[in-house]
């Protein structure tokens, strides 16, 4: 599966957006190493939104659950959130999650361990955002180039035939127009005109 099935419960427009997720997803599994997708929820909570300090996601390693508050913000800012997110599970993975751990508030102050985890979750996950970004970007102008190229290619194939075709034979001459196949009237390719020759002056050759 190269995207996991995302659990819209939000008024959030996926449907533009599914290219960025196709292309995330497994450039994240690769990148941070772990071997199936979690489920990712996508959730409202306007409470939330307002709260300067409120969340904007988490992880739960019982259910390998990604739960993501999407209210108010940017596409790129919910993927980035995500990252941070598969790290964790990419973590869980590891056995990281298996001992008993407090998440209570705070909880990055007190445990040692639990810290290590959310410094790795920071920084490899911008890491492996950052890093897919560019590469996107990267794929998306070279998709635009190539597009751009075969049109191009389209067009003088086209114009080279339809000249080939109304080239007049044997002592015919040009028409003033012909009709390209869908009907539309072309006029007559101009000759350029032979350059005209400059007539020499005599040059006297009396003697004084």
Not at 28 to 44: C, D, M, R, W
Request: one cysteine or more.
């Amino acid at each position: 599966m190269t995207c996991p099935k995302i659990n819209n419960q939000t008024t959030l427009d996926l449907t533009g957006h599914q290219p960025m997720f196709d292309s995330f997803f497994p450039y994240s599994q690769k990148t941070l190493g772990y071997e199936a997708h979690p489920a990712v929820n996508f959730i409202s909570d306007k409470e939330n939104a307002v709260n300067p300090l409120g969340k904007t996601g988490f992880y739960d390693p019982s259910s390998k659950e990604i739960t993501i508050y999407t209210d108010g913000r940017h596409i790129k800012d919910v993927l980035r959130s995500i990252a941070h997110e598969l790290v964790h599970h990419a973590q869980n993975e590891r056995g990281e999650f298996d001992q008993e751990l407090d998440t209570s508030p705070g909880y990055a102050l007190e445990d040692g361990h639990l810290w290590n985890m959310e410094q790795e979750a920071y920084k490899d996950g911008n890491s492996c955002f950052r890093r897919w970004e560019d590469t996107y970007k990267q794929q998306l102008q070279e998709s635009k180039k190539m597009k751009s190229n075969k049109i191009q290619e389209m067009v003088r194939k086209e114009l080279k035939k339809i000249l080939s075709e109304a080239a007049p034979r044997g002592g015919e001459e040009w028409p003033m127009t012909y009709s390209d196949k869908h009907g539309n009237k072309i006029p007559k390719p101009s000759t350029p005109r032979p350059p005209r020759k400059r007539k020499r002056l005599p040059v006297s050759t009396a003697v004084e």
